[in-house]
């Protein structure tokens, strides 16, 4: 049986939609991610639908840790924080329908803090299939903006 603290379960509590810039974002990362005191890698942060928990209800940095799609706890892998207001939007290029990121709340039963990062388009909507429908050139860009954002908050380990 795979346990997270009692806080986690979503237990009735409905979504949430709002999000203050300054609330805190947080998203695990693999050691073989982390080189002492280098950048993390721009793969860290991918899209469609950035993986993250929100601070926002009484989450906690730690609760990244608990994989509960996979229900295993990550104690070796390392964590990020950043803030909704340090997500870059939009980031515009030549020739392409304007994309935006937006943080969506998608409770799970085993984690109510879970959220996603995902990009959206003024035509299609919410964007889900990175090689189809979103240019890699942009991906790039918004990559390199989020990853200066990045607090590492707990070195894996």
Known sequence: MFDVPGDMLTNDRGTD????PSEK???????????GGM?????AVELPDVSVNRSKHGGKAEYVL????????????????FSVGDIPNPIPLENQTRVETKVSHEPELLNYFHSEIQAHDEVRGHLK????DIDEEWVAAWRVKMRRALTVVKKPG
């Open 39 to 43: 950048k993390i890698p721009i793969y």
């Open 17 to 20: 939609p709002t999000f203050a």
């Open 66 to 81: 608990y994989d509960v799609v996979k229900g295993t706890y990550r104690e070796h892998f390392g964590i990020v924080e």
């Open 25 to 35: 974002l947080y998203r695990r990362f693999p050691p073989e991610h982390y080189k």
């Open 129 to 132: 299939n990175i090689e189809e």
